[in-house]
């Protein structure tokens, strides 16, 4: 902790946030699992996805595009494909009953999809990916966003940032999980190296005009590139797609586009699929079969699993809470009025 | 057609793989199978598919290892979920079998995961994805093989070049499919490197050590990168697991270990999935809602969309036949007795 942040507890930030989102027009059962992320968030140590996103929450309940009172319905489509209308509202009450008949749905038939619709997602993808671990499920999930990633070999953005997230539950311990943009640095890094007055590596975005450029203050206002070149470019798309068209809501192009651009997230779904390991595999040798390949990563120096850090973030978090920054909790008591 | 090929059609392509398969250990529906995709391979410009591997397909024949006769057979373990066991044999009989009961299942249950084990899979994987389109059907597929690629941070090559595929089905031509390999580079153009004396861009493998290098031969004795650093290298471990725990079969390791070396394909297997977009979207309008997708892709100078350049191919070939290296001709029929 330094002079300019102040240490809270999980449980201190978690209602923080809630009162926050109740004084500006949420419910309290909406309230509740939108703070529930944010703690999360703040004890895994993204702070990007935590207090800091009040303002952004806040700004899309006052202007009326969120519904702060929604009531999410959970729809069976088939044995294993289940819809989530969000009614308009943030993603995590949508998700935190969806997850539940997720569950059910792939444990019953082996595999279930689920398309979530009509909602807002301003978090991280691991949270509801930890959701299915803990029911003892494979998962796989992905989110469009606003146009932010170059289509390969193009001039515009297009794709969104456009996370795949992706579980395997462990038996002795905490899941692996990888959540990752497909672009190839966050905006946030972007951001932060234009504020220090810092170039950026070759390959990261290109200027409006499309031309590639290391300049931080170009990129921001034109595009960032996809990881990895084409491949990570065909991971943003197939994101479009599945979070998309598959399951009728809209593409990033057309999130921007219908936005109110009031600072909060645009409409849009979100889709995740659950496996029952139990059903693919033969027998129930799976888990500790995994434990064989994490054992190898794990043996080569300088490598870990996706999410240690987050894990290690957690274990101090909840022993000493989180240093918050004194300016953002000013802000946000501010809009808790 | 230089002088050194020999112009044949796609129909003496796959009568002569077919006839240098069944004469080296291969009854008829399996020859027949493996000679489809060898015919499709080389349809789509895609060489390094085609006839080349008859010599690995041929030599785990003559070992014994792969089972020539195979009846793969395949188990309904749940709505949503099947399981195919390749009998031994060669995985285009086993897919051919499989993706017809994938889609059938697809259809009733929405989505549906086909597990298919007990193979040998020596092809590409776009090859099965279309089967699933063209029954309509969004698809995922994934497979390892044996070690080539370093996990992020690491020194030694544990993952597979472990492709991932993934395609849309279109009404009005052919499906949007893309199939990449975790690698940031194929080991086929790093052994033309090496041919042809050129050192390697930075950042596509590392030496025996685990260091840095450009030096194609070192690569090819080290290991390569995975495509895009640590994001790449979450996918190379998430097809370990589909491809390996989850389904009860071997990872790309410990199949290499298990492997007699005799120079054709370890025993592996194959995940996929299938999804059928009536099920999850509202209504049917997810086909043309895509088309806008594809047309802000398209309408950027300098993109394409995945799969075109093998379209571009298979058309001239349709028409015209394939340029074969004369020299491998006289390889395959040498084979074929």
Redesign the interface.
């Known amino acids: 902790m330094t002079a300019n942040t102040t240490l809270l507890s999980l449980s201190e930030i978690e209602s923080l946030a809630a009162a926050c989102l109740m004084a500006n027009g949420c419910d309290e059962i909406n309230a509740g699992a939108v703070s529930r992320v944010i703690a999360a968030a703040e004890r895994d140590g993204c702070h990007a996805h935590g207090l800091m996103r009040l303002p952004g929450y806040v700004a899309a309940l006052r202007s009326g595009k969120v519904n702060g009172h929604a009531r999410p319905t959970v729809h069976s489509?088939?044995?294993?494909?289940l819809?989530v209308d969000g009614d308009r509202g943030y993603a995590p009450l949508a998700l935190e009953l969806g997850t539940q008949s997720l569950g059910g749905a792939a444990k019953?038939?082996?595999?279930?999809?689920l398309?979530l619709?009509n909602t807002h997602h301003f978090a991280a993808l691991w949270y509801e990916i930890e959701m299915m671990a803990a029911q003892g499920l494979?998962a796989m999930a992905c989110t469009s966003y606003k146009p932010a990633v170059l289509?390969?070999?193009?001039?515009?953005a297009?794709y969104g940032t456009n996370p795949l997230a992706?579980g395997?539950p462990r038996s002795g311990g905490q899941p692996?999980v990888?959540d990752?943009a497909s672009a190839?640095m966050a905006r946030g890094e972007v951001m932060l190296a234009a504020s220090e007055g810092r170039t950026l590596p070759e390959g990261v975005g290109v200027d409006p005009q499309g031309q590639p450029t290391t300049d931080p203050q170009a990129v921001l206002k034109g595009a960032l590139l996809a990881?990895?070149?084409y491949?990570?470019s065909?991971?943003a798309?197939?994101v479009?797609?599945?979070a998309?068209?598959?399951?009728?809501e809209c593409?990033s192009?057309?999130a921007a586009s219908r936005d109110n651009e009031d600072g909060g997230p645009p409409r849009g779904g979100e889709f995740m699929?659950a496996?029952d390991?139990a059903?693919?595999?033969?027998?129930d040798?799976?888990?500790s079969?995994?434990e064989?390949?994490f054992g190898?990563?794990c043996a080569?120096?300088?490598?870990?699993l996706?999410g240690e850090r987050r894990y290690r973030h957690r274990a101090v978090a909840l022993q000493e809470g989180v240093a918050v920054s004194t300016g953002l909790l000013e802000k946000v008591r501010a809009l808790a009025g």
Do not use: C, N
Request: aromatic share 10%; no cysteine; charged share 10%.
């Open positions: 489509q088939s044995a294993a494909v819809r019953q038939a082996g595999i279930a999809a398309a619709v494979v289509p390969a070999g193009g001039t515009r297009l992706f395997w692996v990888f990752q190839v990881f990895g070149g491949k990570g065909s991971i798309m197939m479009e797609l599945l998309g068209a598959l399951i009728g593409f192009f057309e699929l496996i390991p059903h693919l595999g033969d027998g040798g799976w888990q079969h995994a064989l390949l190898e990563i080569q120096q300088g490598t870990r996706p």
